[in-house]
């Protein structure tokens, strides 16, 4: 079966998206993804990735503020992608080894995940990318 991983496009107000860089020793090491992680057992997508923001960036996210906006799956892990624009704290990296708020047109331009690749290439050719501008 496989791995259900939950991922949060956070946008800010200018309309740039929050971007973290995964740390050396970890599968993807030194690629840019979205924070967020694997939904556990008994976890609603949107509670896992309330929980993954807290740990990962140490903020705090409505479960009605997040909208779930596109997906991309291999037979091994189905990453649902989010957006969300309501969090209170700042964000304070612990899982990743940098954070970068990136303008939506050049998120295909950083080295990601092959998923991730995927998901922001047909974002951007069905020109779906200025949702996140909305
Ligand atoms: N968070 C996140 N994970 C992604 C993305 N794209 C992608 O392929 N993944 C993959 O999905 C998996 C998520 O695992 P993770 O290690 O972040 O999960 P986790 O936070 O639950 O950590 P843990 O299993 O180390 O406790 C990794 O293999 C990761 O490379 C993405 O945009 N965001």
């Known amino acids: 079966m ?15 998206v929050m ?9 993807h090491a030194g690629l840019w993804e979205f924070p967020g992680g694997k939904v556990e057992v008994g976890e609603a997508p949107s509670e896992a990735l ?6 990962e960036l140490g903020i705090v996210v409505d ?3 997040q909208c779930s906006i596109d997906f991309a799956a291999t037979e091994h ?6 957006a969300c624009r309501c969090w209170q704290g700042d964000m304070i990296a612990s899982a990743a ?15 990601m995940p092959p998923l991730d690749v995927a998901l922001v290439q047909r ?8 949702r996140f501008t909305l």
Do not use: C, H, N
């Open 2 to 16: 496989p791995t259900i991983v939950v991922a949060a496009g956070s946008i800010d107000a200018d309309g740039r």
């Open 19 to 27: 971007m973290q860089r995964r740390p050396a020793g970890k599968a």
């Open 50 to 55: 309330v929980r993954e923001l807290r740990e």
């Open 63 to 65: 479960v009605t503020s």
């Open 77 to 82: 892990v189905i990453l649902l992608l989010f």
């Open 97 to 111: 080894d940098e954070l970068r708020w990136a303008v939506p047109a050049y998120l295909a331009e950083l080295p």
């Open 123 to 130: 974002m951007l050719d069905q020109r779906r990318l200025d």
